[in-house]
């Protein structure tokens, strides 16, 4: 093998969540594994409720009632194993809910430096920032707008993409931050695009989304690639910038 990989487990089975993770953590603990080769944790699927897709063609989707209490027992397991988890999340409104159950679960049982994110968080508020924050969670940011930025204007305007996702924001706040593409469903998997875009703030055809104050020096993104990402696999100091 030629690559690092770190996987995380993602869950087949919706109403039958729980299940699979219990029957995870019997079988295997984080780190598990060789340098080249090792377990991360759980997600990015916890739960199937939770699912936001990001499809900017469509509107919004509303996640279902009973959402939280599906999250929570799943979140609460996983906690209390010390399995890092990432989870999937699009839009502020659904990343609101889901801190609701992480902050319910750490007042009885304290996440305490446990390694936890958000994959994606286009749309999170900077109060939501915080609360990731807060809990010390992370945000995985990947270049899905690079391809979706028109669709994202055509539906919610050019006011609304200038954050999407809040980068710069999210580094002011101390927030672990990594970068990724996502591939190969949602994107491409080649790096130098998803460098273009953050630095450029640019779709591929493109449309100019973000502002000075959302793009990144070239350097700073190129250190979110390499040892900004490392947090998100618990491999601070094994994996350096390029820069």
């Excluded at 340098?35 to 499809?55: I, K, Q």
């Excluded at 929570?72 to 209390?80: C, Y």
Aim: proline content about 5%.
């Amino acid at each position: 093998m030629t690559v690092r990989i770190a996987y995380n487990l993602f869950t087949q089975r919706p109403k039958q969540e729980l299940d699979d993770f219990e029957r995870w953590t019997d079988m295997l603990k984080p780190g598990q594994g060789t340098d080249f080769y090792r377990a991360n944790g759980a997600g990015e699927m916890l739960v199937f409720s939770a699912a936001d897709f990001e499809d900017f063609l469509q509107p919004r989707p509303d996640l279902p009632q009973g959402m939280e209490d599906e999250l929570e027992r799943v979140v609460r397991h996983l906690v209390e194993h010390r399995w890092p988890f990432r989870l999937h999340a699009t839009y502020d409104e659904s990343i609101s809910r889901m801190l609701d159950v992480f902050e319910k679960v750490n007042r009885d049982i304290p996440f305490n430096g446990l390694h936890w994110f958000f994959d994606h968080a286009e749309t999170i508020s900077e109060r939501n920032i915080d609360r990731v924050k807060a809990l010390g969670g992370g945000i995985a940011v990947q270049h899905r707008m690079a391809f979706q930025g028109e669709y994202f204007i055509d539906r919610y305007g050019k006011e609304a993409v200038k954050q999407t996702p809040p980068v710069a924001k999210m580094l002011a706040a101390g927030v672990p931050v990594g970068l990724g593409t996502d591939a190969t469903r949602v994107a491409s998997y080649n790096p130098w695009t998803a460098l273009y875009w953050l630095v450029s703030g640019r779709t591929v055809g493109g449309t100019v989304m973000y502002d000075d104050n959302n793009r990144l020096p070239r350097d700073v993104a190129l250190e979110l690639w390499t040892a900004g990402s490392a947090w998100f696999s618990s491999e601070q100091g094994k994996k350096r910038a390029y820069c």
